[in-house]
Nanobody, 125 residues
Framework: QQQLVESGGGLVQPGGSLRLSCAAS????????IGWFRQAPGKEREGVSC???????KYADPVKGRFTISRGNAKNTVYLQMNSLKPEDTAVYYC???????????????????WGQGTQVTVSS
């Protein structure tokens, strides 16, 4: 089966950091576009960051300069390093993948093929 699993969420103080991981099983991420999305209570899901097969990345304006997406040395793993966290970053964070994208550049939009179960990030004092 093809599966994505997020991990690394938790409760942190404002200004703190977390690193989220997205691990794929059943398919390779070598040629995939990977996106990170988040959904806060009462708000629509929004794209946070994405990375394509050759490492080109995009970031949503609210996280630029604070978050970094990367492909890990471990196979089939993508990370989202989140620094200077703010209470408004509180959300369930999801990773998503397009294993064989028709367009090489990733997009911060929702129609990805596979989605993880989500990991909760709470930023509060």
């Amino acid at each position: 089966q093809q599966q994505l699993v997020e991990s690394g969420g938790g409760l942190v103080q404002p200004g703190g950091s977390l690193r989220l991981s997205c691990a794929a099983s059943g398919f390779t991420l070598d040629y995939a576009n990977i996106g990170w999305f988040r959904q806060a209570p009462g708000k629509e899901r929004e794209g946070v960051s994405c990375i394509d097969s050759i490492g080109r990345s995009k970031y949503a304006d609210p996280v630029k300069g604070r978050f970094t997406i990367s492909r890990g040395n471990a196979k089939n793993t993508v990370y989202l390093q989140m620094n200077s966290l703010k209470p408004e970053d509180t959300a369930v964070y999801y990773c998503a993948a397009v294993p064989l994208p028709l367009i090489s550049v990733c997009m911060l939009s929702s129609p990805y093929d596979y989605w993880g179960q989500g990991t909760q990030v709470t930023v509060s004092s």
